[in-house]
Every structure is written in structure tokens, then in C-alpha cells.
């Protein structure tokens, strides 16, 4: 069952940790992008990787780290320097083309009691 | 600055009916635009894409138009069913850039 997941569904947080949400793929995709959405506002890009061990900064990623070591992982860590992290995040990755589609998992939504 | 606007913010409909959802972009310059449908609290699907040459492309009773020239997107949804019930984003790509409108929320009642 090909796709891409992530985890978990939801997730709760005091201020002042850190939490890392993960993002798996099995589509064989180069490219993984994390994105933020908040009511009323479109998909803000926090980061994204094209490649393997490479990755780059998208518009909004102060307090937001990455990794990718492997092609089908591309966890985001939320840190305490995020000043408003309750948001619902979500992965996508493609095949790495400029045509290609980006295909979303089902989201985390995260809240910082 | 690139932008994505998307109209109306939100559309009440009954079941049957047919609806039109509007986008207009800035994003330039212009590689493909495509629209998704995203259920509450789960991840956007894709529905269409289309790239300059193409003026319309069809998925079931979904059916998306694009004006180059204007900049201008719909999407028209034929026959609605309750299931239609979901946020419709339109997302725009330029050169190394993807843009995301705020979303059209349909809700299609009985």
C-alpha cells in the first residue's frame, strides 16, 4: 500500500519542549516538503529536501529543524523557539519534477497547552 | 510578490446544484496550476493540474479552466454530492516556487 504517512494524528505539547513529528514515504519520491496551515491562511512551506542528507529553508523556518538521512524520512522537530506552534502540519513529497504532483499525508495537528 | 486569491471564502450549496470556484494569481513566472480538495483535518488531493498550453481538463464532475492571459483559474463542479463537502485550494507554481491560496470551504447540504 504505496503512500506517504505521518505521526502521530495528534499530538500535545507543554511550552518550552521540543517534539519531532514524523513523515514517511514508500512512493520512492526524491522531494519532502513540511508545511504549516492555520485557519485562514494557505499552506506556508517551513521546509523542504530534494535529496538525500540535503535540505533548504522555506519561508517560515525559524524554530522548525529537519533532517534527511534516508529518502523515505523527513521528521520535523518543533523546537521551543517557535513562538506560536499550534498549527496543523503537513508533509508532501514528489517525484521531483516541476510538473509533478505533490502528495500530502494526512496531517498532525499540534497544540501547545 | 506572488500571490494566490481565491473566491468566495466559503459557499453554501444544495445538493445538485453546480458551483464555480474562482482563482486569480500573480505568480509569475508560470510553470502549472493545480487544484486539490482537502477534507477537514486531513491532507489535500490532488484533483487537476494544467500547465500554460491547456485551457480546461476534466476529473469526473470536476472540471478546471484556465485563462494564461487573465490569470485566472476555476474550478466548476458539476451534480454536487454531500461528499463535495471540503475546503478547494488552488495552488500555483512558478519557477521554484509553489504559491497556496487560502482555500474555497464548500459545504453542500441536503
Known amino acids: 500500500d504505496g503512500g506517504i504517512t505521518q505521526s502521530p494524528k495528534y499530538l500535545f505539547r507543554k511550552e518550552g519542549q521540543n517534539v519531532t513529528l514524523s513523515c514517511e514515504q514508500n512512493?520512492?519520491?526524491?522531494?519532502m516538503y513540511w508545511y504549516r496551515q492555520d485557519p485562514g491562511q494557505g499552506l506556508r512551506l517551513i521546509y523542504y529536501s530534494q535529496i538525500v542528507n540535503d535540505f533548504q529553508k522555506g519561508d517560515i523556518a525559524e524554530g522548525y529543524s529537519v533532517s534527511r538521512e534516508k529518502k523515505e524520512s523527513f521528521p520535523l522537530t518543533v523546537t521551543s523557539a517557535q513562538k506560536n506552534p499550534t498549527a496543523f502540519y503537513l508533509c508532501?513529497?514528489?517525484?521531483?519534477?516541476?510538473?509533478?504532483?505533490?502528495?500530502f499525508g494526512p496531517g498532525t495537528r499540534l497544540t501547545v497547552l | 510578490k506572488n500571490q494566490v486569491e481565491q473566491s468566495p471564502q466559503s459557499l453554501i450549496i444544495l445538493e445538485g446544484k453546480n458551483c464555480t470556484l474562482q482563482c486569480n494569481y500573480t505568480v509569475s513566472p508560470f510553470s502549472n496550476l493545480r487544484w486539490y480538495k482537502q477534507d477537514t483535518g486531513r491532507g489535500p488531493v490532488s484533483l487537476t493540474i494544467?500547465?500554460?498550453?491547456?485551457n480546461t481538463k476534466s476529473n469526473g464532475r470536476y472540471t478546471a479552466t484556465l485563462d494564461a492571459d487573465t490569470k485566472q483559474s476555476s474550478l466548476h463542479i458539476t451534480a454536487s454530492q454531500l461528499s463535495d463537502s471540503a475546503s478547494y485550494i488552488c495552488v500555483v507554481r512558478g519557477y521554484q516556487k509553489v504559491t497556496f491560496g487560502t482555500g474555497t470551504k464548500l459545504q453542500v447540504i441536503p
Open positions: 494544467m500547465t500554460f498550453s491547456e
Open positions: 512512493l520512492n519520491h526524491d522531494a
Open positions: 508532501a513529497s514528489e517525484l521531483g519534477g516541476a510538473g509533478d504532483t505533490q502528495y
